[in-house]
């Protein structure tokens, strides 16, 4: 196998997701258990469920960030991390794409297989599919379709940005040997505090400055000022990585 | 070459390297010695680039050992590989970052070590764990390999098939092996250099067999009366 950066980025990001495929999993289990007992088996007392099959892939993936970071020294990794020749960056990189992947797996899974349930065995009979074609092609349902994109990619934004505030707050944790939780989640506060001041800082600036307030109407989204949101979420998870990586680098010891 | 100068390694108010100036000799295998809490580990640590000194510094080649990742094989003594993983996937993971890597020499030492690439890391015994971590570090041809520990909580069998398979594939003068333990007797006959920490401090560090025609006893005797409290 040659030695290149990308074999290397392949190999930790392989790695990474090694070790968030069980969470990954065991929520598509669980989306397919509690749809298969209701749907299938009539058993309407499983229907809670719902409730965690649909929240599942927004909290779950945060579990796995904290334990990403927590299991390279449970686990003596670390000292595998540390010995390779190659910087905290694409570490910690490949760490946030696993949990982007694990997120976008899980909110697929979980709402595919409901969606999939909930058509089949309740709507399939009662809507024509014609109509739903042309809803599909309208333009109210083309607006759905937009402000579903967006809201997703928020989503996803927040959740690196969450996973990259994960990530350092626990590298902060790691410099000092009293205290660590409390500095930790001390300093997960912090940044998400100034994660969100920025942001919405930011993004209300922006509207204020540059949106065009009255081609507003309602059912439109505002595209402009989401996607600046979106940008900001996003240089803000760079941040986060960049100063994650610098520690790694600069000041982790075992 | 391995080179310290005045390095100090200051753990809260633990002193675990005490101005430690001394240059391990280039392609030789040297044991590294000491009682518990010594600062054996930490020793090792600092030349690997895992530890950052207090005061003085740690030059391998030349170069802060971070820059020397690629030609450093540093074997700790707890598990460093995901428990999930086979041998076989963490051989890929090696093969990916290694240029030194040595596919004959990894094929040959897993025939010598009785080890099979499908084993599950988290379903073998410890010494078999042992094994695997030492058939990993051993597929490279790396120009310096750091050993900390590695007959720790091994039976005597496995013991012996280790120390086999350092010398099976040693390049003398080409390799620099240092290996921290407590079984001197393990591998007295295999090192040619000793270094005897003691608090911190380098308290012995010569030829072996300088040493032993020096003070007509074995290492293993020398190490006990160097140190009262040592385990031989």
Redesign the interface.
């Known amino acids: 196998?040659p030695?290149t950066k990308g074999?290397?980025f392949?190999?930790l990001l392989?790695?990474e997701w090694?070790?968030v495929k069980a969470e990954t999993y065991f929520v598509l289990a669980a989306a397919l258990t509690v749809n298969l007992a209701v749907a299938v088996f009539n058993i309407e007392q499983v229907a809670p469920l719902y409730a965690f099959v649909l929240m599942a892939p927004f909290l779950v993936p945060l579990y796995s960030a904290v334990q990403l970071f927590r299991?390279e020294w449970s686990?003596?990794?670390?000292?595998?991390l540390?010995?390779?020749?190659?910087n905290g960056g694409p570490i910690f990189l490949t760490k946030l794409l696993a949990i982007l992947l694990e997120f976008i797996v899980q909110v697929a899974g979980s709402f595919g297989i409901t969606f999939l349930f909930v058509y089949l065995f309740q709507v399939a009979d009662k809507v024509d599919p014609r109509w739903a074609l042309n809803f599909v092609f309208s333009e109210r349902g083309y607006l759905i379709i937009q402000a579903t994109v967006i809201s997703w990619l928020i989503l996803l934004g927040g959740m690196a940005l969450l996973a990259s505030a994960l990530f350092l707050s626990q590298s902060l944790g790691r410099l000092v040997?009293k205290y660590r939780g409390l500095v930790t989640f001390i300093s997960f506060l912090a940044l998400l505090w100034l994660a969100g001041k920025t942001t919405i800082v930011s993004t209300a600036n922006y509207v204020f400055n540059f949106a065009d307030f009255s081609s507003f109407s309602p059912p439109k989204w505002p595209v402009a000022s989401t996607s600046f949101f979106i940008l900001m979420e996003t240089l803000i998870t760079a941040a986060y990585i960049t100063a994650t990586a610098y520690i790694y680098n600069t000041?982790l010891?075992? | 070459m391995i080179r310290f100068e005045q390095a100090s390694k200051r753990f809260?108010s633990t002193l675990a390297l005490n101005n430690i100036t001394i240059a391990l000799p280039e392609g030789k295998i040297i044991g590294l010695f000491g009682p518990n809490g010594a600062g054996k580990s930490t020793f090792l640590?600092a030349a690997?680039?895992?530890?950052?000194l207090s005061s003085g510094e740690v030059t391998v080649n030349d170069k802060p050992p971070r820059q020397m990742?690629?030609h450093?094989?540093?074997l700790?003594e707890?598990?460093?590989?995901?428990?999930?993983?086979t041998i076989k996937?963490a051989a890929?993971?090696y093969?990916?970052?290694?240029?030194d890597w040595d596919e004959e020499r990894y094929h040959n030492q897993m025939d010598f070590l009785n080890l099979r690439e499908d084993m599950k890391l988290a379903q073998i015994s410890r010494g078999q764990l042992a094994k695997a971590q030492l058939l990993l570090t051993l597929a490279r041809r790396a120009r310096y390999i750091l050993l900390d520990e590695p007959f720790s909580g091994i039976d005597i069998m496995a013991r012996e098939e280790i120390t086999k398979a350092l010398i099976r594939d040693y390049s003398e003068g080409q390799q620099t092996i240092v290996i921290s333990t407590h079984e001197i007797d393990e591998i007295e006959n295999l090192v040619e250099y000793v270094v005897f920490i003691d608090s911190g401090q380098v308290a012995v560090f010569g030829d072996a067999d300088e040493l032993r025609r020096q003070e007509h006893k074995s290492i293993v005797a020398i190490m006990k009366e160097a140190f009262g409290h040592a385990n031989h």
Not at chain 2, 48 to 52: D, E, N, P, Q
């Open positions: 196998m030695i074999n290397m392949k190999q392989k790695k090694d070790m299991r686990e003596g990794s670390i000292y595998l540390l010995s390779l020749p190659i040997s000041k010891e075992l | 809260g640590k690997a680039g895992l530890v950052r990742r690629a450093l094989a540093y700790p707890q598990n460093t590989l995901p428990p999930t993983w996937r890929e993971f093969r990916a970052f290694f240029a």
